[in-house]
């Protein structure tokens, strides 16, 4: 995209936009501009991504963590995407906080469900590349407590059209995502950011998880439960309850 095209983007925006019928059901709207022969559509990715993980942990206690569409297509000039409206960023839910951390509490229950969103991503052989707390936000009203992964524009698909990974090294990999979620909660609940050693619970968990990442190979699935039962271990050690209400919620709610 050029920094022309990239300001026409920004001009138009991401803003939320209410229903003509009910203006206490609104909405978020997404633009992108048309463009003849443009390979990969930053939206168009979204939109298909959106409607593959739809029905992900629904039916089940379990949060869906991908905002739901409303209503899509395209115009002369522009191909358009309305979606289920969420709260703040986590990137700015954390500058609300002192030191701009989350309690230790907050941060596993919110990484673990960024995580939960990264793994529902991957099932669908798709990468997201781009992981950090500005792409995740809480939900509004009752689902202030569900984390949604955002902004699917420069994922990609890690497997050909016969299901088979991609050649290497060119290829990122479900690797570098899990890497990077693992620094986004360090993001989240270490102190001046890092080094992520200045953290002052002593268990030796956090260790173990980057361990195991850093050993995982370009064709290795992740085993995503290690990884939960690790935090879940923190969190025991500390005496920490991760599904209480999080430090955002209204304190009516905690």
């Given at each position: 995209m050029s920094s022309e095209d990239e300001t026409w983007y920004a001009e138009v925006g991401i803003e939320p936009i209410c229903d003509k019928n009910d203006?206490?059901?609104c909405?978020?709207?997404?633009?992108?501009?048309?463009?003849?022969?443009?390979?990969?559509?930053?939206?168009?990715?979204?939109?298909?991504?959106?409607?593959?993980?739809?029905?992900?942990?629904?039916?089940?206690?379990?949060?869906n963590h991908f905002t739901a569409i409303i209503d899509r297509g395209k115009k002369e000039y522009y191909y358009f995407l309305i979606m289920?409206?969420?709260?703040?960023?986590?990137q700015d839910l954390k500058k609300d906080r002192p030191m701009n951390v989350f309690s230790l509490g907050?941060?596993?229950?919110?990484?673990?469900?960024?995580?939960?969103?990264?793994?529902?991503?991957?099932?669908?052989?798709?990468?997201?590349?781009?992981?950090k707390p500005a792409n995740y936000a809480c939900g509004l009203d009752n689902q202030m407590h569900t984390v949604y992964i955002l902004d699917f524009g420069i994922a990609r698909k890690y497997t050909n059209h016969k299901g088979?990974?991609?050649?290497?090294?060119?290829?990122?990999?479900?690797?570098?995502?899990?890497?990077?979620?693992?620094y986004l909660l360090l993001d989240l609940i270490v102190k001046e950011g890092l080094p992520w050693k200045n953290i002052d619970d002593k268990n030796i968990d956090y260790q173990k998880i980057?361990?195991?990442?850093?050993?995982?190979?370009?064709?290795?699935?992740?085993?995503?439960q290690f990884i939960y039962e690790k935090l879940k271990r923190i969190a025991a050690q500390q005496s920490i309850n991760i599904d209480g209400p999080y430090d955002f919620e209204p304190p009516s709610k905690q």
């Open positions: 203006s206490k059901l909405y978020a709207m997404k633009i992108e501009k048309r463009i003849k022969n443009r390979i990969h559509s930053k939206l168009k990715m979204e939109i298909s991504i959106l409607k593959m993980v739809a029905n992900e942990r629904k039916g089940t206690s379990e949060r289920q409206l969420v709260g703040k960023s986590l907050t941060g596993l229950g919110v990484g673990m469900q960024c995580l939960e969103a990264v793994e529902d991503l991957h099932k669908h052989a798709f990468i997201h590349r781009d992981l088979e990974l991609k050649t290497p090294p060119a290829e990122r990999s479900v690797k570098d995502d899990v890497e990077s979620w693992f980057l361990t195991y990442i850093d050993r995982l190979e370009y064709t290795d699935h992740v085993d995503y």
